[in-house]
Nanobody, 120 residues
Framework: QVQLVESGGGSVQAGGSLRVSCAASGRTFVNYHMGWFRQTPGKQRELVAAVTSSGATNYADSVKGRFTISRGNAKNTVYLQMNSLKPEDTAVYYC??????????????WGQGTQVTVSS
């Protein structure tokens, strides 16, 4: 059974840092792109950061310079280091795995989400 399990969410004051982690199991994710999405009530889920199978990264403009995505050596773990957190970063953060084809990444694997709350 393929699983993505997030951990590390929590509450922090504005300006603080958190690291969320995602452990993938059930198959090899070496060839998968991995990403972090977030969602708040009433809004669409948005891509925060992604890392390709070769290690290239991209970020939403709102988190550039503050968040860093990385993969573990075994490629089955992915981390999101979040610094200089703002109240608007408050959301449920989801780990996702996807495959790129014809210029598009299809995100087909999802974790259950972890809550990140930033207070002012």
């Amino acid at each position: 059974q393929v699983q993505l399990v997030e951990s590390g969410g929590g509450s922090v004051q504005a300006g603080g840092s958190l690291r969320v982690s995602c452990a993938a199991s059930g198959r090899t994710f070496v060839n998968y792109h991995m990403g972090w999405f977030r969602q708040t009530p009433g809004k669409q889920r948005e891509l925060v950061a992604a890392v390709t199978s070769s290690g290239a990264t991209n970020y939403a403009d709102s988190v550039k310079g503050r968040f860093t995505i990385s993969r573990g050596n075994a490629k089955n773990t992915v981390y999101l280091q979040m610094n200089s957190l703002k109240p608007e970063d408050t959301a449920v953060y989801y780990c996702a795995g996807g495959v790129r084809s014809l210029g598009t990444t299809t995100w087909s694997l999802w974790g259950q989400g972890t809550q990140v709350t930033v207070s002012s």
